[in-house]
Antibody, heavy 122, light 108 residues
Framework: QVQLQESGPGLLKPSETLSLTCAVS?????????WGWIRQPPGKGLEWIGS???????YYNPSLKSRVSISVDTSKNQFSLKVNSVTAADTAVYYC???????????????WGQGTLVTVSS | EIVMTQSPATLSVSPGERATLSCRAS??????LAWYQQKPGQAPRLLIY???TRATGIPARFSGSGSGTEFTLTISSLQSEDFAVYYC??????????FGGGTKVEIK
């Protein structure tokens, strides 16, 4: 069974860069699957940030594309998220997740990390 | 962007009763739709994919139906552990995944 664990700073100042890492266990990332980041502002709904394939191909939410980058390190079995120039609107619980469907396209997310709260405040 | 609209925002149901949740897409998503359950302080859990296929380990009381723009999640007999928020998600446009705003199922 795939297990995911997010890590990274929980408090940022406006204009800083958000950096999170998702450690994956129970599955070798080099074997396949899409891996993604989803966020949820406090008391609100879910927003897909972007996904990466094990090969390194990336796919981003068009509304965030200019500020987001996702990378993968298959040697460490982890993938990472960076969001530049954060504002209070980026305050959210950030989840990493996997799509183990085996489809050639991103579909649904069957395994999720527990989530990590990132607060942006001066 | 495909907009997903869920209704109602809140559904009050008694234990043992049936709950019917709706999800509408702003354009056809074929059967490329998933449903998730989220309890307070927890990550979402995948319930349904392909509009009607239960994910591994999901009880048979959960069922999904629909295609195109109209979808339904039915919980046949609500158990205490089913009170949660439910989200739909489309992946027909998989380069711009979108979620619905959620339906909270609360105890009546």
């Amino acid at each position: 069974q795939v297990q995911l664990q997010e890590s990274g700073p929980g408090l940022l100042k406006p204009s800083e860069t958000l950096s999170l890492t998702c450690a994956v266990s129970g599955h070798s990332m080099s074997s396949g699957y899409y891996w993604g980041w989803i966020r949820q502002p406090p008391g609100k709904g879910l927003e897909w940030i972007g996904s990466i394939y094990h090969s390194g191909s990336t796919y981003y939410n068009p509304s965030l594309k200019s500020r987001v980058s996702i990378s993968v390190d298959t040697s460490k079995n982890q993938f990472s998220l960076k969001v530049n120039s954060v504002t209070a609107a980026d305050t959210a619980v950030y989840y990493c997740a996997s799509d183990g469907s085996g489809n050639y396209y991103i579909s649904s997310f069957d395994y999720w990390g527990q989530g990590t709260l990132v607060t942006v405040s001066s | 962007e495909i907009v997903m609209t869920q209704s109602p925002a809140t559904l009050s149901v008694s234990p043992g009763e049936r709950a019917t949740l709706s999800c509408r897409a702003s354009q056809s998503v074929s059967s490329n739709l998933a449903w998730y359950q989220q309890k307070p302080g927890q990550a979402p859990r995948l319930l349904i994919y392909g509009a009607s296929t239960r994910a591994t380990g999901i009880p048979a009381r959960f069922s999904g139906s629909g295609s195109g723009t109209e979808f339904t999640l039915t919980i046949s007999s609500l158990q205490s552990e089913d009170f949660a928020v439910y989200y739909c998600q489309q992946y027909d446009n998989w380069l711009a995944l979108t979620f619905g705003g959620g339906t909270k199922v609360e105890i009546k």
